[in-house]
């Protein structure tokens, strides 16, 4: 089954137009100044809360990578499609500098061949660029309330088996990861907002008195 999906969306399922949206959308080094510029907006049009939405996204992405994608592809050490299948299309954007300018440049488009055993570096499971997608989702999906945001996490994945990087296994997986562990975080940080930024700095929080989740019930202390 994960064979046939993954044959379906990497061969079958092929556009020029999905090469180029779906091959830029995989390469985060295109996505750089993006975030750069994302990251000014958010604190110089939401102020505090714009800061702390950021520094919620860079801690959450850091715990997703370090302790929870990186143990789990070392313990696994799932190879990936085209480390373990021939004829997987790879699509990847061109290798040129600065990568924005990809945009507009030829995508390079190649074939995996006979499967090398020996092959180092399989790390195909779970998909880090589907987990911080999800991270960066949800998060945004309740920041700005536009629950457009939630695309993100399956146009990545989407893109991870297309370019031939991810099983659909691996990108379904790590999306249901990503909601698990996204959403621990969230209502961690919405307790941390309420019940002690609002201690520290009752004047942040007599402006902004919710982080993430303006209706969420927490569970009320005995010093409250």
Not at 105 to 114: D, E, L, N, Y
Not at 168 to 173: G, I, K
Not at 175 to 193: K, P, R, Y
Request: net charge positive; proline share 9%; charged share 15%.
């Amino acid at each position: 089954m994960d064979s046939h999906l993954l044959f379906l969306l990497n061969s079958k399922w092929t556009h020029p137009f999905l090469d180029r949206f779906l091959g830029i959308l995989s390469c985060m080094e295109f996505w750089f100044p993006v975030f750069g510029l994302g990251a000014f907006f958010l604190v110089w049009k939401y102020r505090v809360r714009g800061a702390a939405c950021l520094v919620f996204c860079a801690l959450a992405v850091l715990i997703n990578e370090e302790g929870v994608s990186q143990p789990l592809k070392k313990w696994t050490a799932r190879p990936r499609p085209h480390q373990s299948l021939e004829g997987v299309r790879r699509v990847d954007v061109a290798p040129i500098k600065p990568k924005i300018l990809a945009a507009v440049a030829p995508m390079q488009i190649s074939f995996s061949g006979a499967p090398n055993p020996a092959e180092p570096n399989k790390r195909s499971f779970p998909s880090s660029h589907t987990l911080n997608a999800t991270t960066l989702g949800l998060t945004f999906a309740l920041f700005f309330r536009a629950p457009l945001w939630l695309l993100l996490p399956i146009l990545m994945a989407w893109s991870r088996v297309y370019t031939g990087a991810h099983w659909p296994s691996d990108v379904l997986a790590s999306v249901m990861m990503g909601l698990f562990i996204n959403g621990g975080l969230i209502w961690g940080a919405e307790w941390f907002w309420r019940r002690r930024l609002s201690r520290l700095r009752p004047e942040w929080t007599g402006r902004w008195p919710f982080f993430l989740l303006p209706s969420f019930p927490l569970p009320q202390s005995k010093m409250d």
